[in-house]
């Protein structure tokens, strides 16, 4: 019969529509931004450095080496590095962006920075409303605004930042380690040398 | 499918006098390849299409690729006589020197096509043809009349590299507008200055912000 | 080189678009549909000649999205030009991503674990269901049908771009596969919810067959609309579900048992007219299938590791040579042929792209019928400007 076929159709859309006063899981809209649908736990916008600590300058785990902005696709990474050093979470000296700017106006969300990154540095943020009036100060990021407390990475990324905790602890420890064996082959190599006066005394820098 | 030599042989038989090189691939996929020579390029395609064995019907990809001038320099020693005073007098002495050579192997474009068979089902069957420079003598034959599938791929490779081809039915600009210049996918293309603010400028695009602002204040 | 010269110039073994003489008197109306027209998914011209409401000369203009893709690969290395894959076709960045991987992945002879490969296929797979439903979406959408049978495919879509999100962090722009495997694995708790999105699929095709498949509207638009004959579509090197259509049995997952495709019982669709219903009853077909191979995949896959342990993220340079990969991705056959010259960014970096190519033949299918026609037309190529202009 001619029109069969459209018959079936609108009994189909029908049902979708009697449906929907039914079945919640058919009402799809979501009236944002009054109500939000929670943001899965990988998402990823933009990137953010992560910083131990109270002090975001002082915890800042970043150690300038230059490879996301070697990396970074688009080029949105700009460092300077600093001319002095601080000391990282295992106690060793190390340098620290005196700048760090990402172009957020350029970044495309990659994380290509994120997995390049050696030290756990930069991480993705799950921020999404960062719209604002001016093209370019108000999407370059600097280091400030840019740095984030690890607690702020627990927050979204639980699994992840787990993850990382758990690997920057047994670095930790494994430096802990090797400095404690270091200290104790330095102490023993003290006392031979106290023992032994004859000796001439080992060379300054085997005692680091 | 028969290998990448057979079908050279293949070709040599029923063309005869076709230039056909086997080019090797060094690489893991081994997809070795065959360079034609272009004089006689659309009848080896028209025998690699029709032929019952190979059948290659399908062409599936087109494409150029952009060899610059490659210079080699190499050193060489030369024995030449030279005038030389020699405990007071003046004699010819022979000497070994060294002379650095210079070559310039002239660059070239090249098209390349991967061809396949849907009828056999084997593939892909590698052709290349290089024109003979990359400035004034970039004509080589179309494969479109064989293989209409190449149609909009050789009109991409006209507008991205240049190569002329010879018996495209419509050869225009395809990616670029109609009244582009240049040749963008070539090595040596330099692309204009409209350069846009960045805020964190590095590197290459420093430089030529920096150039860029130079200009602009003259 | 005008138009008419290259009608009259004639070619010998090669289908040219034939030539029409025009029934009534007068001239020809030339108008330009696009960049700005409803009916064309993104910046896209067709510069049409009619006669009254036939059309008589269709010349498709390209280039308006074109940003050389090619040359910023060229200048990136190689592990930069994957999110940029993402940005090719970016309704299957899945299927572009995995095309990559393989081209460099036969450039360097890097072996992929095999839950790597599983997982591929599973994304591979959902990628293609929720292309080609929102593809049938767009062609019923342009048919007049606006906004219903786009809607229900977009429902699903949304179910699968939040699997999407949950696992590689983005709906769209994925940037998930490697060199040698995928960047993250997938937990339980994501395949038991992929688990249920695939029970969740045959449902959804049963309806969204129920509403249009014997719709008599659909059928009078489409049938015998665009017909493509099979050596034209051979020869004219089009792939796809548009070359199935015309009844051409190639699809690279059965020719070239890439991944792990000979693992799985699938049957490829064919149509017999070559029209554009036959190119959406394809579709459907095709997503059918694509069900079963999720199905069977998420049976079997196996735990294991995602990345090979030899495999280089920083660093990598591969060996001088070439090589070329393809894979079926929803659109057709896309292509990735790369030249290495052992420096850490390709040489040459060339993507073959289906939508390209598949509207080689759009003036051929187009010429003879209404305006309206070539709207549908144009649909039923299914095609994406992000890779046609790359």
Known sequence: MLGEGILKGMAETAKNFAGSFVSADRLTTVQYPEQRIPTFENARVFPFLVYDGPDWAAGMRCVACQICEKECPPKCIYIEKSRDKKPDFVGKPQFYPARFDIDISVCMSCQICVEVCPFEAIKMDTEFELATDDRFRGLLLDRQQLAKSNEYYHQIHPTEAGEVDARLDAEKAAAAAKAKVAAQAAAKAAETAKTAPAKPAPPAGGED | ?218 | MSVAETKTEKLDGWNRPPTIEPGGEGELLEIAMGPHHPSTHGVFRMDVALDGERVMRLKPVFGYLHRNHEKIAEGAAYLASMPYTDRLDYFCSLSNNWAYALAVEKLVAQAVPERAQYIRVILAELTRIQNHASSIGFLIQEMGASGTPLMYAFREREKILDLFESLTGSRMMCNYMRFGGCRVDVSAAWLDAARKEVAGLPPFVDEFEALLTSNEILMARCQGVGVLKPDLAVNASVTGPLLRASGVNYDIRKVDHYGIYDRFKFRVPLGDHGDVYDRYMVRVLEMRESIRILEQALKDIPAGPIMDPKAKIRGFRPKPGEAYGRVEAPKGELGFYLISDGSPNPYRYRVRPPSLINLTILEDMCLGHNVADVVLIFGSVDIVLGEVDR
């Not at chain 2, 019952?52 to 150029?64: I, W, Y």
């Not at chain 2, 964190?200 to 003259?218: I, N, S």
């Open chain 2, 1 to 218: 499918m028969k290998t990448v030599e057979e079908i050279k042989a293949a070709i040599q038989a029923a063309v005869p006098g076709a230039g056909v090189e086997f080019v090797p691939n060094p690489s893991p996929c081994a997809q070795h390849s065959l360079r034609l020579t272009p004089g006689r390029a659309v009848e080896i395609a028209r025998f690699l299409r029709d032929d019952p064995e190979l059948a290659f019907d399908f062409c599936s990809n087109v494409t150029g690729v952009d060899w610059l001038d490659k210079e080699t320099s190499e050193k060489v020693k030369v024995k030449r006589t030279v005038n030389k005073t020699v405990d007071g007098v003046e004699q010819a002495v022979e000497e070994t020197v060294e002379e650095t050579h210079k070559h310039v192997e002239p660059g070239y474009l090249e098209a390349v096509y991967h061809l396949y068979s849907m009828a056999k089902r084997h593939g892909p069957l590698v052709i290349r043809m290089r024109t003979v420079n990359r400035t004034d003598q970039v004509e080589l034959p179309s494969l479109t009349p064989i293989w209409r599938g190449a149609e909009f791929q050789e009109r991409e490779v006209f507008d991205l590299y240049g190569i002329v081809f010879k018996g495209h039915p419509d050869l225009r600009r395809i990616l670029m507008w109609d009244g582009f210049k240049d040749y963008p996918m070539r090595k040596d293309y330099v692309d204009p200055d409209d350069y846009e603010y960045e805020p964190t400028a590095h590197d290459a695009v420093l430089k030529r912000a920096q150039a860029h602002q130079a200009a602009a204040e003259k």
